[in-house]
């Protein structure tokens, strides 16, 4: 089955500065990724997805990720935050076939104005 | 309009008694999910069906029971409820026959508070 580590589940910074959060997967076939996002007090609204083509993927409100194979990786970038950037942040993994979606901890964003 | 709904929002009630959450999805999904996220915000997975068959059951306890009446619907009752039980409930939905991914959509969640 497949597993997903998130790492600093706590991260804080100033508006402007540039956000990167880690995402791992372990599992060997074909997956697709996911990044969702959690506003204080909402649900999960999806932020950006890979399932095939250009490794490096654009999401909404300027986040992007990029696709790593070799490295099991799919990591969330922002290069300029903001305070309404402040939310929970998961990454989701399907391995293709399965329609389980495996879930890491999440990342807790607090962006200081 | 919203995809996916939960109804209630907020429910509170006390140990030992019997509740109900109920979800319903107008996106045309042939599969839908509950998820448990605990306070630490760590996000579950507990029962998913798809065209109201069972296909996923995690280690739940037997108090909890999902019920779908119809592919759009997903309720989930659970009897006796303990004070480990609080927690905010969500529902989701996705298309899995013809999808080339597994695109889960959420609904609004249901905070659930035993006392």
């Known amino acids: 089955a497949q597993s997903v580590s998130q790492h600093n589940h706590h991260v804080i910074l100033s508006e402007a500065a540039s956000l990167e959060l880690g995402c791992n997967y372990s599992?060997?076939?074909?997956?697709?990724l996911f990044w969702y996002v959690q506003y204080p007090g909402q649900h999960l609204q999806l932020l950006l997805k890979?399932?095939?083509?250009?490794?490096l993927v654009k999401g909404i409100k300027g986040f992007e990720a990029e696709f790593i194979k070799s490295k099991f990786s799919f990591n969330l970038r922002k290069p300029s935050v903001q305070w309404s950037d402040t939310a929970e942040y998961f990454c989701a993994v399907n391995a293709q076939g399965n329609n389980r979606l495996a879930f890491g901890k999440g990342n807790q964003v607090v962006v200081i104005p | 309009d919203t995809a996916v709904s939960q109804t209630p929002k907020y429910l509170v009630t006390q140990m030992g008694n019997d509740k109900s959450i109920k979800c319903e999805q107008n996106l045309g999904h042939d599969t839908m999910y509950w998820y448990k996220q605990d306070s630490k915000k760590f996000l579950k997975i507990m029962f998913s069906?798809?065209?109201?068959?069972?296909?996923i059951n995690e280690t739940v306890p037997n108090r909890f029971s999902p019920k779908s009446p119809d592919k759009a619907h997903l309720n989930l009752h659970i009897n006796s409820l303990e004070l480990g039980d609080s927690a905010v409930y969500f529902c989701a939905s996705s298309q899995i026959a013809g999808a080339v991914y597994n695109e889960q959509f959420f609904g609004p969640g249901t905070r659930l508070t035993v006392l």
């Open positions: 890979y399932f095939s083509g250009d490794p």
């Open positions: 069906y798809n065209n109201k068959e069972l296909i």
């Open positions: 599992y060997g076939g074909t997956v697709n």
